[in-house]
């Protein structure tokens, strides 16, 4: 029975695709793991909740310090979240162009905002935070999900257990967005080593230039994470971000889930992947709900369906 805030985080639903795809062939089942069943709403609270655990472990967080950290808006929701519940404050950098959404709810939780400047990225909130906490480290605790190894731990210990768990052990192929790199790190280490034949599949934007908020295009940012290794995948796939914004609506209006953009870029890579198969079981992550985007444009754009070639 879960009886604390924080007993809602992990052990999510998988959810099998179905009228998406039709067409496939009788042998392949496509499947999200729907991460906004977590407390903060998105797959982001599982690393939160581990860095944060291990900091308090290594006596790194102590009572009457603030965490903070850089955030395109999921962890920061998460560290907002578990901040509330266990009596931490939270300080976070993060693009100013984050969605309003995203921003209130961050706020409406309590947490302290640095909005830095949109166009450049991840990059400049990364090292903004980094600056503020170097002037006053006994202030602050700072997780850096960038290269923390309890990012991926956390998801080695709960994310591939579940997803194996819940596929029989049937799954042949994991699917998933690079932003930190944790999930897909962490995830599929623990997959392979269930099954060595699995395929670890690796979405990232197709440009430098784009507009899924919270995954990075691993070749042109001047920070790679540290918990990345290239060599994990055994291949990257480009997702435009038109494409992403269309499958959103196409997900919407066909199976009834409202999920965001890079849960979106996930599944248009998943959909791919499965199109080549005779036989597998496909699994990715819907790394968060609708509800921090609607306010884009895209929800309303039809052209963009039409534009999209999916």
């Given at each position: 029975m879960r009886t604390t805030p924080l007993d809602l985080i992990g052990n999510t639903p998988l959810l099998r695709l179905t009228r998406l795809t039709t067409g496939l062939a009788p042998g392949v089942e496509v499947y999200g793991k729907a991460e906004w069943y977590n407390l903060g709403g998105s797959v982001k609270d599982r690393p939160a909740l581990w860095m944060v655990r291990d900091g308090e472990r290594r006596g790194a967080l102590r009572p009457g310090m603030r965490i903070a950290d850089a955030t395109s808006g999921n962890t920061g929701i998460a560290y907002a979240t578990l901040g509330a519940a266990l009596?931490?404050?939270?300080?976070?950098?993060?693009?100013?162009?984050?969605?309003?959404?995203?921003?209130?709810?961050?706020?409406?939780?309590?947490?302290?905002?640095?909005?830095?400047?949109?166009?450049?990225?991840?990059?400049?909130?990364?090292?903004?935070?980094?600056?503020?906490?170097?002037?006053?480290?006994?202030?602050?605790?700072?997780?850096?999900?960038?290269?923390?190894?309890?990012?991926?731990?956390?998801?080695?210990?709960?994310?591939?257990?579940?997803?194996?768990?819940?596929?029989?052990?049937?799954?042949?192929?994991?699917?998933?967005?690079?932003?930190?790199?944790?999930?897909?790190?962490?995830?599929?280490?623990?997959?392979?080593?269930?099954?060595?034949?699995?395929?670890?599949l690796a979405v990232q934007p197709d440009s430098p230039y784009h507009a899924l908020e919270g995954v990075k295009h691993m070749a042109s940012t001047r920070l790679v994470p540290d918990i990345y290794n290239p060599a994990a995948p055994d291949a990257v796939i480009e997702v435009r971000s038109e494409e992403a914004f269309a499958m959103a609506r196409r997900l919407a209006r066909r199976e009834g889930l409202l999920v965001g953009i890079s849960a979106a870029a996930n599944v248009a890579a998943a959909l791919r992947v499965a199109?080549?198969?005779?036989?597998?079981?496909?699994?990715?992550?819907?790394?968060?709900?609708?509800?921090?985007?609607?306010?884009?444009?895209?929800?309303?754009?039809?052209?963009?369906?039409?534009?999209?070639?999916?």
């Open positions: 009596g931490y404050g939270v300080t976070l950098a993060l693009p100013a162009n984050a969605s309003p959404e995203r921003i209130r709810t961050l706020r409406a939780l309590g947490a302290e905002l640095i909005l830095t400047e949109a166009s450049e990225g991840m990059d400049l909130a990364i090292t903004t935070i980094r600056e503020l906490v170097a002037g006053q480290p006994e202030r602050f605790f700072y997780p850096d999900q960038y290269s923390n190894p309890a990012n991926p731990q956390a998801h080695y210990e709960t994310t591939a257990p579940e997803i194996w768990a819940q596929t029989n052990g049937r799954i042949t192929h994991f699917v998933a967005a690079l932003g930190t790199s944790g999930t897909f790190m962490g995830t599929s280490r623990r997959l392979r080593e269930l099954n060595p034949q699995l395929q670890a199109r080549e198969l005779e036989r597998g079981v496909v699994v990715t992550i819907l790394c968060d709900s609708a509800n921090r985007y609607l306010s884009e444009r895209f929800w309303e754009d039809s052209d963009l369906i039409e534009g999209a070639g999916i």
